[in-house]
T-cell receptor
């Protein structure tokens, strides 16, 4: 059974720092992995989607990597800003199923 | 595009009342998902539609919950009768093909008193 873990549950860093959020999964047979952002009281916004054949995806200051063999993905945020404060969730789509398996999220606070 | 549109944004009702949540997916998307989010259980998939047909409703908690998708641009999630434990944020999401990027609505905050 696929399980997705995000550690730490919360992270607080000063503005301007580069940071890495972690996502691990137990079964390497995945179709893709997505990183989402959720602001308080809002819906989820898909940030990056990495297909199983890809190693990384980039969008602006965000870079997501995928290592299927080790069951890990990282979301790298460069030059963090207070507006990056949100909860970041990763979700894995197993190869045999359309249903996303969700991590519990990392709550990120960027201090001005 | 306006994105996935959900209504109402907030719903407060009394136990035993019927609640209907509405969703308009992104035009052209053929997959629609209803999720429920709580602090205790995180995001839970309730039901998945593909081309307006329910594919998997195994996440629907019990017979009090029902969902319909009469056409490609509209879906409803109904709870009858509602109970306090149904209090949560309910999200609708859509995608193209069911395996690509998922786009979420802003959610409906449901409080059952």
């Amino acid at each position: 059974k696929q399980e997705v873990t995000q550690i730490p549950a919360a992270l607080s860093v000063p503005e301007g720092e580069n940071l890495v959020l972690n996502c691990s999964f137990t079964d390497s047979a995945i179709y893709n992995l997505q990183w989402f952002r959720q602001d308080p009281g809002k819906g989820l916004t898909s940030l990056l989607l990495i297909q199983s054949s890809q190693r990384e995806q980039t969008s602006g200051r965000l870079n997501a990597s995928l290592d299927k063999s080790s069951g890990r993905s990282t979301l790298y945020i460069a030059a963090s800003q207070p507006g990056d404060s949100a909860t970041y969730l990763c979700a894995v789509r197993p190869a045999s199923n359309y249903q996303l398996i969700w991590g519990a999220g990392t709550k990120l606070i960027i201090k001005p | 595009d306006a994105g996935v549109i959900q209504s109402p944004r907030h719903e407060v009702t009394e136990m035993g009342q019927e609640v209907t949540l509405r969703c308009k997916p992104i035009s052209g998307h053929n997959s629609l998902f209803w999720y429920r989010q709580t602090m205790m259980r995180g995001l839970e998939l309730l039901i998945y539609f593909n081309n307006n047909v329910p594919i998997d409703d195994s996440g629907m908690p019990e017979d009090r919950f029902s969902a319909k998708m009469p056409n490609a641009s509209f879906s409803t999630l109904k709870i009858q009768p509602s109970e306090p434990r149904d209090s949560a944020v309910y999200f609708c999401a859509s995608s193209l093909g069911g395996i690509e990027k998922l786009f979420f609505g802003s959610g409906t905050q449901l409080s059952v008193l």
